[in-house]
């Protein structure tokens, strides 16, 4: 009997959360995630195929699961306007990402998503937003940062054990003098797939770009290097850590980086995916209009700065150090750049002119 009276309380506790569920009322709101990427085929959810799963499969789960969105929202994202503001890559992390979407403004919501997530997935912040706002077409620029061993810049002619290695000043400067070398605005053909010389949209506008004083952690020594730019393809970012370790390494010339914005195709290596991570993304037209019309926030993340910082502490970096030590991805990525062929380029050839249309 009173087994009965538990199940009919539960049942009537469910009736409850569903019915304030219905009657809370449906708005566009931005969400601020955080996630470590190792395990996940990217952000984007590729719905009816369940064997790569992404970050967002978890995340519409949660949404579902907590009473956010109806259920049929989940298997058509366009029902809640579902954007994200980045499509990050198989193992990217992130630790700024926005996604916008409509849900029901229900009680304690942030805990009731957080609840039914993984903890490697969290929501560390919402705001409400206009009705219009579309995260990928309303934001000007997007920060990246990527954590790598500093060996991956040691000349190839020297003998290099992995937990020895510091980085020289001098080599740093070189590094940050060709990486400034992306700023402004370029060609990157190059640097992803599919795309074209005479394809506008592969010219894209790098605003900073630069490698910061180098770190040890776990006995080996790391850096990270920070990228903003308006916009970028796939690919991108990690071919032009790449090409930029490629010269350091004294595998390619330094005239690689000018012809590779020019029209023929060049061999642009592609760095690990692990250590890439979305930092930020920025909205500064959106915040200047709507941010202090007495209605809307401006999308800034000051408050969620502390957590923000503690998730990549627990979650991002301890991955990118484990991982590297447990798989040597960097070590061995390394070992392929003497395949690469840096002096010829491969005008002419029936795959260039295809893509050139």
């Not at 449906?26 to 601020?32: A, M, Q």
């Not at 369940?50 to 995340?59: C, M, Y």
């Not at 850096?223 to 090409?243: P, T």
């Not at 007495?294 to 998730?311: R, V």
Request: charge should be positive.
């Amino acid at each position: 009997e009173e087994n009965g009276h538990e199940n009919k309380r539960l049942k009537k506790d469910e009736e409850c959360a569903e019915d304030q569920s219905k009657k809370s009322p449906k708005r566009k709101i931005v969400l601020l995630m955080a996630y470590s990427g190792k395990g996940y085929h990217g952000m984007q959810r590729n719905v009816g195929s369940s064997q790569f799963k992404t970050i967002e499969d978890d995340l519409v789960s949660a949404l579902v699961q907590s009473g956010c969105i109806p259920e049929n929202h989940g298997e058509d994202m366009k029902k809640m306007s579902f954007q994200r503001c980045a499509r990050t890559d198989k193992g990217v992390s992130a630790a700024g990402q926005i996604v916008s979407l409509k849900v029901r403004l229900i009680d304690d919501i942030l805990e009731k998503i957080n609840n039914h997530l993984p903890s490697h997935i969290r929501i560390l912040g919402l705001k409400r937003v206009t009705g219009g706002f579309n995260s990928k077409n309303k934001c000007d620029a997007r920060t990246y940062s990527y954590m790598l061993p500093t060996f991956a810049f040691a000349h190839k002619d020297h003998e290099v054990q992995e937990e020895v290695y510091r980085l020289d000043k001098e080599t740093l400067e070189k590094v940050n003098k060709l990486l400034a070398c992306y700023k402004g605005t370029h060609n990157f053909h190059n640097f992803t797939s599919q795309k074209g010389p005479r394809d506008p949209s592969a010219k894209r506008y790098i605003m900073e770009m630069y490698c910061g004083e180098p770190f040890v952690r776990e006995n080996i020594e790391f850096a990270v290097i920070k990228v903003k730019g308006q916009s970028f393809m796939m690919h991108q970012i990690r071919k032009m850590i790449g090409l930029v370790i490629a010269i350091v390494k004294g595998y390619a010339a330094e005239s690689i980086l000018e012809r590779s914005w020019g029209e023929e195709k060049v061999d642009v290596p592609k760095a690990p995916g692990l250590g890439l991570v979305l930092e930020r993304v920025h909205f500064e037209k959106y915040n200047r209009r709507f941010g202090n019309d007495g209605l809307h926030e401006p999308l800034e993340w000051t408050e969620e700065e502390e957590k923000i910082g503690a998730f990549k502490e627990q979650y991002i970096y301890p991955t990118i150090i484990n991982t590297e030590r447990e798989e040597k991805s960097m070590m061995n990525w390394l070992n392929t750049l003497p395949i690469h062929d840096f002096n010829s380029s491969v005008v002419g050839m029936p795959t260039n002119n295809k893509n050139s249309k």
